[in-house]
T-cell receptor, first 111, second 112 residues
Framework: DAGITQSPRYKITETGRQVTLMCHQTWSHSYMFWYRQDLGHGLRLIYY???????DKGEVPDGYVVSRSKTENFPLTLESATRSQTSVYFCASRPYNSPLHFGNGTRLTVT | GENVEQHPSTLSVQEGDSAVIKCTYS??????FPWYKQELGKGPQLIIDIRSNVGEKKDQRIAVTLNKTAKHFSLHITETQPEDSAVYFCAASYNYGQNFVFGPGTRLSVLP
């Protein structure tokens, strides 16, 4: 979707390294979300944010950190990457009382 | 919490035939049910959604039905075309909510 950009598209990192996945949206949507997608599990919520400086945990937050100093950006940091964090990560946003809009994802491999 | 099941996990149909994907949810408080289509290498895209005060909604070849009593909802695609081949996800939430709970997905293949 043109209004929400994730970077990088692909990332390979080693176990124990810190890695940050970037998400930028141009719509000024209030809400932003991070999901991970794994075979057999669908999409699982990691963290979400209702506005700048407001974040909260989702279903699978362990090992991840988020921040939201500006409305348009919502980076996701893996402080010490583990192999179990190998996944495809999707950022999403939405305005109040509207459906989710997803980015095109970041495929992360932890070796 | 909410749990969403989705069947089948894979579905192959001949071009021009209909395809039906079914989902069940557990939380009777859920009242918003979107369907997303994910093409290879892309993020999920909303294709249709339904709220619990409506039993059916159509958009050209796509329709969604909801049975609140049985807590299940279905996606119907008629006159399937090769470009309908993708992974489809259902989801459930309360009033859009903070946490859409997604089903595990259905891989639809439309054979020419």
């Amino acid at each position: 979707d043109a209004g929400i950009t994730q970077s990088p598209r692909y990332k390979i990192t080693e176990t124990g390294r810190q890695v940050t996945l970037m998400c930028h949206q141009t719509w000024s949507h209030s809400y932003m979300f991070w999901y991970r997608q794994d075979l057999g599990h669908g999409l699982r919520l990691i963290y979400y944010s209702a506005a700048a400086d407001i974040t909260d945990k989702g279903e699978v937050p362990d090992g991840y950190v988020v921040s939201r100093s500006k409305t348009e950006n919502f980076p996701l940091t893996l402080e010490s990457a583990t192999r179990s964090q190998t996944s495809v990560y999707f950022c999403a946003s939405r305005p109040y009382n509207s459906p989710l809009h997803f980015g095109n994802g970041t495929r992360l491999t932890v070796t | 919490g909410e749990n969403v099941e989705q069947h089948p996990s894979t579905l192959s149909v001949q071009e021009g035939d209909s395809a039906v994907i079914k989902c069940t949810y557990s939380d009777s408080a859920s009242n918003y049910f979107p369907w997303y289509k994910q093409e290879l290498g892309k993020g999920p895209q909303l294709i249709i959604d339904i709220r619990s005060n409506v039993g059916e909604k159509k958009d050209q070849r796509i329709a969604v039905t909801l049975n609140k009593t049985a807590k299940h909802f279905s996606l119907h695609i008629t006159e399937t075309q090769p470009e309908d081949s993708a992974v489809y996800f259902c989801a459930a939430s309360y009033n859009y909510g903070q946490n859409f709970v997604f089903g595990p997905g259905t891989r639809l293949s439309v054979l020419p």
